[in-house]
């Protein structure tokens, strides 16, 4: 069999699911991969900051892994603006829609909501909320989303900066992504973890 029998899904049987289940977990073993390759196309769009959207991911990568942050906010840090080149409006979404089933719940909610707490450096300068972020601020994870901008995003620039390659973070990249999906051990629903080394 190289392909299902079916053209309307209602139709496949069970030889017809347990064929495409077998391709579709196969495939998944390449997403670190294909995350990696997104990256690279991060050089090639927004432009006008002194560093490329790559570099900006790079050294906020960079700044978390020399703060001493766990791998689950080294690989968000890298990864918190993929959505750059394919969702420029909710770019921050569909990051962390990408990360969610593979590294705990706070730092999903981190990047899902950086977009508005990033408004508080910029917002006054283009008719937006500086104060975005106060909608959040019960949220558990508040202070962990007000550190990882002041630290790692906003301040993630600087072509003068010593930025580790995206090489450096591959082997992170590919260890995260090939954790089992939705794993409570690792979603760790409610529980916060500093962001930085104890």
């Not at 705990?104 to 975005?132: I, P």
């Not at 002041?150 to 930025?163: I, L, V």
């Not at 580790?164 to 979603?187: N, Q």
Request: with cysteine; proline share 3%; charged share 30%.
């Amino acid at each position: 069999m190289d392909r299902v029998k079916f053209t309307a899904m209602k139709d496949g049987d069970k030889e017809d699911y347990d064929f495409l289940t077998e391709h579709e977990v196969e495939y998944t073993k390449g997403t670190a991969a294909r995350l990696l390759e997104a990256m690279v196309k991060l050089d090639e769009g927004l432009s006008g900051y002194q560093i490329t959207r790559l570099g900006h991911s790079l050294q906020s990568a960079t700044r978390a892994e020399r703060d001493g942050a766990d791998i689950d906010w080294i690989v968000a840090a890298l990864l918190h603006d993929i959505g750059d080149i394919y969702a420029p409006y909710n770019h921050d979404e569909y990051a962390a829609a990408i990360l969610r089933p593979f590294v705990r719940e706070q730092v999903t909610w981190v990047v899902e909501k950086h977009g508005d707490f990033q408004m508080l450096y910029y917002g006054d300068h283009v008719g937006g909320n500086a104060n975005k972020r106060d909608a959040y601020r019960d949220s558990l994870y508040f202070d962990d989303c007000a550190a990882f901008c002041e630290r790692w995003d906003q301040s993630s620039f600087d072509p003068a900066y010593d930025t580790l390659p995206l090489s450096h973070f591959a082997a992170r990249v590919e260890e995260v992504f090939a954790r089992t999906p939705y794993d409570r051990h690792v979603i760790q629903s409610g529980q916060r973890k500093s962001l930085f080394a104890a």
